[in-house]
């Protein structure tokens, strides 16, 4: 243990990441594998140059990683890159024809019938939610911490932040069963949608159908559902909300005058239910596990939390002086950006920098790559959270941290998840130490987004 009375901190810590190969390499890899892992495919080009190729395919794929390039496609004002065609065809089933998948003018419609609902994502409104979910959180991991049982630290924060959200999105706590069979349902639709299907990325033609399994739509039916008895309690005669779910309820085309039906209502409620808790559950299980992996870190927030805030509750106010919690989790998020890839296709001819491209080429902007290259971010691999520091903020380059996205399609949720996974982080760790078990087993994957190949067990422990 370091003199300061902390476990010492090793300043040039590598969390776990598939070793860079050649194109063949990669690929081999990812057979031998069996399990669709697409950052194993990433080959080591793709971390060094701005724009290149990405493996063979029929179709081809153009990673991009150069800002001056990224920004153009992701605001992409003539409509050239709308959404991946695999991407959609993925997604579909889930969230329909939702504005996460739409494109140019449907995308705009629904945009502007939705803004008002983004209202209710003001932070000071949406605390006692966060604050609810976590003490009910909290009495469970006290529980665990008890028994002296095992847990599921991907399980834990994928309950957390569905019961947050769900809160958010519903004026409703997310019950337990619920929570787990919403995680374990997306956990098998991410490991088996279609898109991810190694010869119809390599081998697929562009723009092609993408028909999904029986049990892919089966895990899709049981997610939409959850989410649409949660709606109908907003839909039932004299029902009065003021939260997220009535204001999607309420809106309008005011060109048309429609609203939206049931069905889309789901659609659009999906879109703020899952991905306001699946990619911040995605991040914090990586804050965690770093956490655990280095004590330091751990005591460092727990000392942050406690010269902030005592041992009382932690209020909105405090959060915002959460400064080390915050920029581990932006490290965090820089490390395993929850959304992997940002895949567009190129919907004509056209041309990025110098290059030409033709027709249905897969334009990938990958967060993970940007994140990780050598030209745009020192010692690249190694957790330092101190970046984000005001003192060294300046070394960012524009464009190079997108975990959010960029654009106009730029997720409107980045303050709400950066405070809610600050204020789970700081309460946490000032109350409870992690142990991780095998933590020589712990590697990541990408399919729809950044998780653990295998759940991450975890002990817990009360701090004396």
């Known amino acids: ?105 449907l995308w705009r419609q629904q945009r502007r019938m939705i803004d008002p609902a983004f209202s209710h994502i003001r932070l000071a409104k949406a605390f006692p939610s966060m604050v609810g979910a976590l003490d009910d959180f909290e009495a469970r991991l006290q529980a665990a911490a008890a028994s002296g049982q095992d847990m599921s630290l991907d399980l834990a924060m994928g309950q957390l932040t569905a019961d947050i959200i769900c809160r958010t999105v519903f004026s409703a706590s997310l019950a337990n069963d619920t929570a787990r069979d919403v995680f374990e349902s997306f956990a098998f639709f991410e490991r088996s949608v279609a898109h991810v299907e190694l010869v119809r990325l390599i081998f697929g033609k562009p723009f092609d159908e993408i028909p999904q ?79 655990a992996m280095q004590p330091a870190v751990a005591d460092k927030i727990r000392a942050e939390a406690i010269d902030v805030a005592g041992s009382g509750p932690i209020e909105f106010e405090h959060v915002k002086r959460l400064n080390y919690a915050r920029n581990v989790f932006k490290e965090a998020l820089r490390l395993y950006p929850p959304i992997t890839f940002i895949p567009r296709v190129a919907a004509r001819a056209t041309t990025i920098g110098t290059q030409k491209i033709k027709r249905g080429t897969m334009v990938m902007i990958a967060p993970w790559a940007v994140h990780r290259h050598h030209l745009l971010w020192s010692n690249p691999d190694v957790f330092d959270p101190d970046r984000f520091s005001p003192e060294r903020e300046h070394e960012i380059i524009s464009g190079s941290y997108i975990p959010f996205g960029a654009g106009p399609r730029v997720c409107v949720g980045a303050a709400f998840a950066t405070t809610e996974a600050t204020l789970i982080l700081a309460r946490i760790l000032r109350t409870y130490r992690i142990e991780v078990q095998e933590p020589e087993r712990v590697r990541p994957v990408a399919r729809l987004t950044t998780r653990p190949a295998q759940e991450i067990r975890m002990k817990v422990t009360r701090r004396a």
């Open 1 to 105: 243990m370091a003199a300061d009375g902390f476990h010492a901190q090793d300043a040039f810590y590598k969390p776990p990441r598939p070793a860079p190969m050649g194109p063949l390499a990669s690929l081999v890899r990812v057979i031998r594998q069996g399990d669709g892992d697409l950052l194993s495919l990433m080959p080591a080009d793709a971390y060094l140059l701005p724009m290149g190729p990405l493996g063979y395919s029929r179709r081809s794929i153009k990673i991009v990683n150069d800002p001056a390039l990224t920004k153009p496609i992701l605001a992409d004002p003539e409509d050239i890159f709308p959404k991946n065609d695999l991407m959609v065809g993925a997604l579909t089933p889930l969230v329909g024809d939702s504005m996460f998948v739409s494109s140019g003018a």
């Open 213 to 291: 399994r029986a049990d892919v739509l089966e895990a899709c039916a049981r997610i939409r559902g959850h989410i649409g008895r949660l709606l109908d309690t907003h839909l039932e005669a004299g029902a009065q909300f003021d939260d997220i779910a009535a204001a999607v309820i309420a809106a309008r085309d005011l060109e048309t005058d429609t609203r939206f039906s049931r069905e889309e209502l789901i659609d659009q409620l999906g879109v703020f239910f899952l991905a306001g808790h699946e990619t911040t559950a995605s991040a914090l299980t990586w804050a965690f596990f770093i956490a």
